[in-house]
């Protein structure tokens, strides 16, 4: 069995090396990812997921700062950094490339079983995000 901690750990390591064979590698075929941007269910829709973020910031990555386990949960808190330079594709819209830079602080509380992940539970600050990207006005931003 997987030391939830390394599951954990090959999720980001997916995003950051931009391979959707290692996203689908890590998660259960009906997992569920519960963003900001909605409820995604399947390995392969979480996967489209996350490459639309991938393809849209070619140079992102995150960094963890902190890595929290409670039994089947590891709370990942990181920043994720890169440029805006494609067309991010979401549910509720299309944000066509601004070529700016963005930071945005983020945790994912990934639920580990049977040396996979179940469930990921994303957090960020969409206000700060958006307003760096030029979708809102400054002063939106919290903090």
């Known amino acids: 069995m997987d030391d939830p901690r390394e599951v954990a750990a090959r999720w980001q390591d997916a995003y950051n090396a931009h391979d959707p064979q290692q996203f689908r590698?890590?998660?259960a075929e009906?997992?569920?990812?519960?963003s900001p941007n909605g409820l995604f269910e399947g390995s392969s829709v979480i996967t489209g997921y996350m490459m639309a973020?991938?393809?849209a910031f070619p140079d992102s990555g995150y960094t963890v700062?902190?890595?929290t386990v409670?039994?089947?949960?590891v709370v990942i808190e990181s920043?994720?950094?890169g440029t805006h330079l494609g067309t991010l594709a979401d549910p509720s819209g299309d944000l066509p490339a601004s070529g700016r830079p963005v930071e945005a602080r983020s945790c994912h509380a990934v639920v580990v079983r049977e040396g996979v992940a179940r469930e990921v539970r994303m957090y960020f600050?969409?206000?700060g995000f958006l307003a760096q990207l030029g979708a809102l006005p400054a002063g939106t931003a919290a903090g």
Request: aromatic share 12%; no cysteine; hydrophobic share 55%.
């Open 125 to 127: 600050d969409v206000f």
């Open 30 to 34: 009906d997992a569920r990812l519960v």
């Open 65 to 67: 700062e902190h890595v």
């Open 53 to 55: 973020w991938a393809d």
């Open 25 to 27: 590698a890590v998660l």
């Open 79 to 81: 920043v994720f950094r």
């Open 70 to 73: 409670d039994g089947d949960t």
